[in-house]
């Protein structure tokens, strides 16, 4: 690579704003939470899991913040959107599900749920996406929410949480397992259910603060 070719690289570093830095933020935790359950997996270290589900709320306060930093510099960009959008599967979509996977809702239906949760959190950003403009009819911000914000896992990490606290985790997880023809269903699975369900519900509108 030739020296006079490196400004065009770095050329997308230097259109981010500070709000983008705070996105990459949500998303450095996401995947640092992903690290932690795969090295609780391995280890079966309870901190190793405190440590995964603590960095759903560290991604929150990334999360809150860039939009906020936003508003104040007034520098909102498509660029800056689709990046809060990635960083936020990252966090509040795969990382809960790893986190799931990890305290033992691995059974095959399990799987199911937990891919379903994922995919509905992708469509629920992808929808608010394409409809942004629209709701927000010439404000900063829209006025409200098509089904519950995906930032709301991690009230499901904070459930995995207490029960890694209370040892409930593997063998020992809240619900117990059902088997369900040749597959094994975890009952707690089914709260990631209810989440993604809720995400694309498009009948259910919440206020945005």
């Known amino acids: 690579m030739r020296e006079t070719d490196l400004p065009k690289h770095f050329s997308l570093i230097r259109g981010f704003h500070l709000a983008d830095f705070l996105t990459l933020g949500n998303a450095a935790c996401g995947m640092a939470s992903i690290f932690f359950a795969m090295m ?14 603590a960095m759903a709320p560290a991604a ?7 939009g ?21 599967v990252i966090s509040f979509g795969v990382a809960p599900a790893a986190l799931g996977f990890a305290a033992g809702l691995r059974g095959c239906w399990d799987w199911v ?28 911000k829209v006025a409200y929410f ?41 009952p707690l699975t089914l709260m990631f259910v209810l989440s993604g369900t809720l995400m694309i519900s498009k009948t259910l509108r919440i206020p945005k603060l």
Do not use: K
């Open 113 to 140: 749920g937990l891919i379903y949760f994922v995919c509905c959190g992708v469509s629920r950003l992808a929808r608010y996406n394409v409809t942004a403009e629209s709701l927000s009819e010439g404000a900063d």
């Open 60 to 66: 929150l306060i990334f999360d809150v913040l860039d």
């Open 68 to 88: 906020r930093v936003a508003r104040w510099r007034q520098q909102h960009s498509p660029l800056g959107r689709e990046l809060d959008s990635l960083a936020d």
């Open 146 to 186: 098509e089904g519950t914000p995906i930032p709301t896992s991690v009230l499901l990490t904070a459930v995995l949480a207490y029960a890694a606290w209370q040892g409930r985790l593997g063998d020992r997880i809240y619900g117990g397992v059902w088997d369900l023809g040749r597959w094994e269903l975890h």
């Open 40 to 53: 609780y997996v391995s280890t079966q270290s309870i901190a190793q899991f405190v440590a995964a589900a």
